[in-house]
């Protein structure tokens, strides 16, 4: 039995341009559930769910998860980035394997979270493999992800069906969970010199 239970809350979104599958991705993560139709995201939307995990033989985190489900409007992005991002532990940034032309506007996503969140974890999401023959990219997209994102794991998905998705959420949550205990032990460190220094 863990000795210790950490509860953490995580801010994680999803951006990327319109009609890639980020509200998609979502309901199959969540509901295992796929709909063709698609309705637009209007504003955001959030879902709440939970994650735990051991971080050591003895401590587990149960984090609560609130995924925010952005409109993939860049207007409103650049103009409300702030309280779109303020706080986000984690994110996915997903583009549409069968319209290249989102991936390669991911670099302004990511910019922008990264703007407002700092330096916090991120996977990039190629999703809809299935309509993709091979269900993978060219060289040349290849080429450009490795140099454009060096050493940010990518994630080939389908939210129809549901290759991969759950693993990518999934990496991201661990990732994600990682990055605050990091960051709350440099904290700490910090704290103790500072009450050193006190007295
Ligand atoms: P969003 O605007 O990024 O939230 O995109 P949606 O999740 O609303 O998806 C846009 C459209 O793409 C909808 O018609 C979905 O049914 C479809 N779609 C999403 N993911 C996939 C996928 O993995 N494969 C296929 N074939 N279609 C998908
Ligand atoms: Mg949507």
Redesign the pocket.
């Known amino acids: 039995m863990p000795r210790t239970i950490r509860r953490m809350k995580l801010k994680i979104c999803?951006v990327?341009?319109?009609?890639?599958?980020?509200?998609?991705?979502?309901?199959?993560y969540v509901h295992n559930a796929?709909?063709?139709?698609?309705?637009?995201?209007l504003g955001s939307k959030l879902h709440l769910l939970s994650f735990s995990k051991h971080v050591t033989a003895d401590e587990i985190v149960e984090a609560q998860i609130a995924l925010f489900?952005l409109?993939?409007e860049r207007a409103p992005r650049d103009v409300f980035r702030d309280a779109m991002f303020w706080g986000a532990h984690g994110f996915l940034a997903?583009a549409?394997l069968?319209r290249p032309q989102t991936l390669y506007q991911l670099p302004g996503w990511v910019q922008a979270v990264a703007s407002v969140a700092g330096d916090v974890p991120y996977t990039v999401v190629l999703?809809?493999?299935?309509?993709v023959p091979g269900g993978t990219i060219g060289p040349q997209e290849t080429r450009w992800l490795l140099a454009t994102f060096p050493r940010i794991p990518y994630a080939l998905?389908?939210?129809?069906?549901s290759e991969g998705v759950s693993r990518a959420f999934q990496d991201l949550l661990e990732r994600s969970v990682d990055g605050v205990l990091v960051r709350s032990r440099a904290r700490r460190k910090i704290n103790v010199v500072a009450g050193r220094l006190l007295m």
């Open positions: 999803l990327g341009e319109r009609a890639v599958g980020k509200t998609s991705l979502i309901h199959r796929f709909d063709d139709a698609y309705r637009a995201t489900d409109m993939g997903v549409d069968s999703n809809k493999s299935d309509l998905t389908s939210a129809k069906t």
